[in-house]
């Protein structure tokens, strides 16, 4: 008989990433709710050590996948990895994030399990008769649908930021299982090599709680320096508008809205993008929103709490002086 309220915990290089621990906490609360216990996978190799932290975040039991063909993530290896698991154990909900992992894993295993998926969940009802009913954004953001679920487990990639972090009780305990761990070679379709990363110290995009972000109006690559710069005064991530990206000014990993990532910092500063729907659907969540444009009929102003009518070029500076101030 299906049992517990799975979660697939992500880590990277034995830092447990915030979006497993806001589900981990929200899991507690299902777990709770509907009387199952919270079960916790994390995969990698030599994660044992997560375990403890992952107890503390509420977790009953905690499965290892611990193998040095896990160590990296592919596709192949955690998708027979986990379809292995999962039809072996019968959880009745499976969650994960909304992350570049998680997009990708995700549909790939609900198809191995022939089960419906929910992606870039917001928010998670518990239903005496539906058990989960997920709710999603639909038309960036302009309309939420609600998704009941009708295979089991119950199957949702949920976007950061959704649930807030519990306090860790560092007196919880969790069983831990050490999971055999089998890849089927036809699932191994491609080898990973090497992982380059442009190395940054910046927070990642989606995790970061505050972010200056550059459009069309930046003009060239070399003025993202400018950004930068206020970033590193309060230890903030860089964003992007799409215009910026397609100009080849900055990476597309810094890519903010529909088609890039989803934020929802504390503060978002946004110099020089004119706010379109599919900017706004990836940064709207923002508890408060910067705009600078020169154009007073930006449209970014509508979603803005404090609007700077005037040259990004001179008034970023200025603003990050007056950071600079209150930091030190
Ligand atoms: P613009 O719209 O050109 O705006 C530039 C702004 O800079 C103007 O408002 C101007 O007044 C201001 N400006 C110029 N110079 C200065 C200055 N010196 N000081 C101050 N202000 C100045 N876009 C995204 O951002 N993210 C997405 O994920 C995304 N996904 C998309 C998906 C689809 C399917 C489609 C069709 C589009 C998508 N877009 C996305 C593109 C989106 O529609 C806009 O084209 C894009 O967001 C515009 O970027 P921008 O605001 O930087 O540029």
Redesign the pocket.
């Known amino acids: 008989m299906p049992k517990g309220i799975w979660i697939l915990v992500e880590q990277a290089k034995g830092q447990i990433r915030k979006v497993s621990l806001e589900i981990l906490s929200q899991g507690r609360k299902i777990a709770d709710q509907t009387g199952e216990p919270l079960v916790a996978v994390i995969a990698g190799e030599g994660i044992a050590n997560l375990a403890k932290e992952v107890a503390e975040y509420g977790a009953d039991q905690v499965y290892l996948l611990d193998s040095p063909q896990l160590a990296q993530y592919t596709t192949g290896a955690y998708t027979s990895a986990l379809n292995k698991l999962i039809r072996e154990k019968e959880p009745k909900a499976f969650l994960l994030g909304f992350t570049g992992l998680g997009k990708d894993l995700a549909p790939r295993l609900a198809q191995r399990l022939g089960v419906g998926l929910a992606s870039d969940v917001t928010d998670i009802e518990v239903d005496p008769e539906k058990f989960l009913v997920f709710k999603r954004p639909v038309y960036t953001g302009n309309a939420f649908a609600f998704v009941e679920t009708t295979s089991i487990p119950a199957f949702a990639t949920v976007r950061a930021k959704s649930f807030v972090i519990a306090e860790p009780d560092a007196s919880r305990q969790a069983e831990v299982i050490q999971a055999e761990v089998s890849i089927d070679p036809s699932d191994l379709k491609a080898i990973l090599k090497e992982v380059a990363i442009a190395a940054s110290s910046r927070p990642a995009l989606t995790e970061a709680e505050f972010i200056v972000?550059?459009?069309?109006?930046?003009?060239g690559p070399e003025n993202f320096a400018i950004l930068e710069e206020l970033a590193d005064v309060v230890g903030g991530a860089v964003g992007?508008?799409?215009?910026?990206?397609?100009a080849e000014w900055i990476d597309n990993q810094f890519?903010?809205?529909?088609?890039?990532?989803i934020v929802a910092p504390t503060l978002y500063i946004?110099?020089?993008?004119?706010?379109?729907?599919?900017?706004l659907?990836?940064m709207g969540a923002s508890k408060f929103i910067v705009a600078?444009?020169?154009?007073p009929e930006?449209?970014?102003f509508t979603v803005a709490d404090y609007g700077i009518v005037?040259?990004?070029?001179?008034?970023v500076p200025l603003l990050t002086q007056e950071f600079k101030k209150l930091v030190n």
């Open positions: 972000s550059g459009g069309r109006g930046m003009k992007a508008s799409r215009a910026a990206v397609d890519q903010v809205g529909q088609t890039g990532s946004a110099c020089g993008i004119s706010g379109a729907i599919q900017h659907a990836g600078i444009n020169k154009d930006a449209n970014i005037g040259d990004l070029f001179e008034v």
